[in-house]
């Protein structure tokens, strides 16, 4: 018997997530399937330009992620994100008329999340970035501050995923 009488768990066999490339256990400890099924709702932004762009995409997409990345899915879609050259603190300044949005999450077999991000250039949305999710900077993440300063086609993109985010949620008390 161990020490202290514990008694070992079940065990448990991994599976390895798509999302983060990591072996990842296939139960949650509360006993649910740690796998999230994506629908395109959690991975593309609504707009004629960011599904052009998916087709540019090269790469068998998995249908699955661990619960973790399914959060990070939700939390990362639709945000905000400064130029790579632009170094600052979001907390310090908001936005400005370069900011870009994160577009399109997607799983990619054997090449983790490519992270999709869209600018605005001469007017028109078009994906400028392709990025690894591992590799993204949190740094470069921002918030709108001021309507003004950010492009239109960005910023009605923007308030769209923002107004269905808080049509499924529940009513505050």
């Known amino acids: 018997m161990p020490t202290g009488n514990v008694l070992p768990g079940p065990k448990i066999a991994p599976w390895v997530c798509p999302s983060c490339r990591e072996a990842v256990p296939r139960l949650l400890p509360n006993g649910l ?3 999230v099924r994506l629908t395109e709702r959690n991975m593309v932004l609504q707009s ?3 599904h052009a762009a998916l087709t540019k995409v090269q790469g068998l997409r998995a249908t ?20 790579p050259w632009e170094e600052g603190d979001a ?3 908001p936005g ?6 994160i577009g399109a999450l997607l ?13 605005a250039v001469h007017g028109t949305l078009c994906n400028t970035e392709t990025e690894e999710l591992r590799q993204l900077n949190p740094d470069r993440l921002t ?9 239109p086609c960005v910023w009605s993109l923007y308030e769209d995923h923002v107004a269905e985010l808080h049509s499924g949620a529940p009513p505050s008390p």
């Open 33 to 35: 399937r740690n796998r």
């Open 48 to 50: 004629p330009e960011i």
């Open 64 to 83: 699955e992620v661990c619960y973790a990345c399914a959060e990070i899915y939700q939390e990362l879609l639709g945000t905000l994100i400064r130029p």
């Open 91 to 93: 907390r310090s300044s």
């Open 96 to 101: 400005l008329n370069d900011t870009g949005i």
């Open 107 to 119: 799983p990619i077999a054997g090449r983790g999340t490519q992270v999709l991000i869209f600018h």
């Open 143 to 151: 918030y709108p501050g001021s309507r003004g300063a950010i492009a």
